[in-house]
Nanobody
Framework: VQLQASGGGLVQPGGSLRLSCAASGFTWNHYAIAWFRQGPGDKREGVSCTSARDGTPNYADFVKGRFTIFRDNTKKTVFLQMNNLKPEDTGKYYC????????????????????WGQGTQVTVSS
């Protein structure tokens, strides 16, 4: 299983970024994929995920209405569109995956995932 995260960068408050997580090495529609983040001095926290079964999204409360997750099945890539970014969104963003073909809903706990990508840095600052 391999996950390659990209798309991070420096953006001003109110700006947008789109993160990508390119996946390989597993059966695409058997695995849920999630985004987590870890800010300086913070614990890693779940941001959003998309279920294996039908791509149903799940969002942490602090990103609802601002972030959108979606899967491109032909490219085996999951995207996280982040709008109206705030300084508190700063951190390293990781994508993660686990076999969850029997689950109708994906989780946002670290314990829900078995494989992790290397992360991409997002900095929101003026």
């Amino acid at each position: 299983v391999q996950l390659q995260a990209s798309g991070g960068g420096l953006v001003q408050p109110g700006g947008s970024l789109r993160l990508s997580c390119a996946a390989s090495g597993f059966t695409w529609n058997h695995y849920a994929i999630a985004w987590f983040r870890q800010g300086p001095g913070d614990k890693r926290e779940g941001v959003s995920c998309t279920s294996a079964r039908d791509g149903t999204p799940n969002y942490a409360d602090f990103v609802k209405g601002r972030f959108t997750i979606f899967r491109d099945n032909t490219k085996k890539t999951v995207f996280l569109q982040m709008n109206n970014l705030k300084p508190e969104d700063t951190g390293k963003y990781y994508c993660a995956t686990a076999d969850s073909r029997s689950d109708s809903r994906c989780g946002l706990g670290n314990w829900d995932y078995d494989y992790w990508g290397q992360g991409t840095q997002v900095t929101v600052s003026s």
